[in-house]
T-cell receptor, first 114, second 115 residues
Framework: GDSVTQMEGPVTLSEEAFLTINCTYTATGYPSLFWYVQYPGEGLQLLLKATKADDKGSNKGFEATYRKETTSFHLEKGSVQVSDSAVYFCALTLSGAGSYQLTFGKGTKLSVIP | EPEVTQTPSHQVTQMGQEVILRCVPISNHLYFYWYRQILGQKVEFLVSFYNNEISEKSEIFDDQFSVERPDGSNFTLKIRSTKLEDSAMYFC?????????????FGSGTRLTVV
């Protein structure tokens, strides 16, 4: 079945450090890919998305590129801030008829220290 | 910005009791979902709902679970006889399409604790 694998956390970085959170996927069709973020005590918020190969999603300084050849969608940010501390989830949903569900990775907790 | 609203934020119930978790999706959305997250584990799909019927459900969503859209605004998840293993954070979500283009909008969740 479809699955998403994220790098294990927690990740602790100093402010202004470079962030990479790895995400790879397995899917039988052509998925749309998403990163969701969950700030402490809050729900899941869509951070960015990409719906086809080579698309780059970006938002709030975060970027991720849909790489079909490596089945990856790694999240990056050039300079993290304390306010970026949260849990980040990679997710996919298939294109085409039939499936409506999002499949999530386990989440990666990021802590940014001043 | 439109929000998905969930109530209550935290519910404690005794094993074997029925619980109803409530959600108000975004008003012009057509697709509705429930997900759950057991502490420290993945966010798991439970069910999707469209046009007043279940579109898709996971194997977690057994006969103890049911969903309903009782009026034009609410979307509820009922667990008939709760078990200890039902303790989790339950997220409601909605989307204008199937979520493939724009993703889903999630609520803040209801933390269900079964004792």
């Amino acid at each position: 079945g479809d699955s998403v694998t994220q790098m294990e956390g927690p990740v602790t970085l100093s402010e202004e450090a470079f962030l990479t959170i790895n995400c790879t996927y397995t899917a039988t069709g052509y998925p749309s890919l998403f990163w969701y973020v969950q700030y402490p005590g809050e729900g899941l918020q869509l951070l960015l998305k990409a719906t086809k190969a080579d698309d780059k999603g970006s938002n709030k300084g975060f970027e991720a590129t849909y790489r079909k050849e490596t089945t990856s969608f790694h999240l990056e940010k050039g300079s993290v801030q304390v306010s970026d501390s949260a849990v980040y989830f990679c997710a996919l949903t298939l294109s085409g008829a039939g499936s409506y569900q999002l499949t999530f990775g386990k989440g990666t907790k990021l802590s940014v220290i001043p | 910005e439109p929000e998905v609203t969930q109530t209550p934020s935290h519910q404690v119930t005794q094993m074997g009791q029925e619980v109803i978790l409530r959600c108000v999706p975004i008003s012009n959305h057509l697709y509705f979902y429930w997900y759950r997250q057991i502490l420290g584990q993945k966010v798991e799909f439970l069910v999707s709902f469209y046009n007043n019927e279940i579109s898709e459900k996971s194997e977690i969503f057994d006969d103890q679970f049911s969903v309903e859209r009782p009026d034009g605004s609410n979307f509820t998840l009922k667990i008939r006889s709760t078990k200890l293993e039902d303790s989790a954070m339950y997220f409601c979500a909605s989307s204008g399409d199937r979520g493939r283009r724009n993703g889903y909008t999630f609520g803040s969740g209801t933390r269900l604790t079964v004792v």
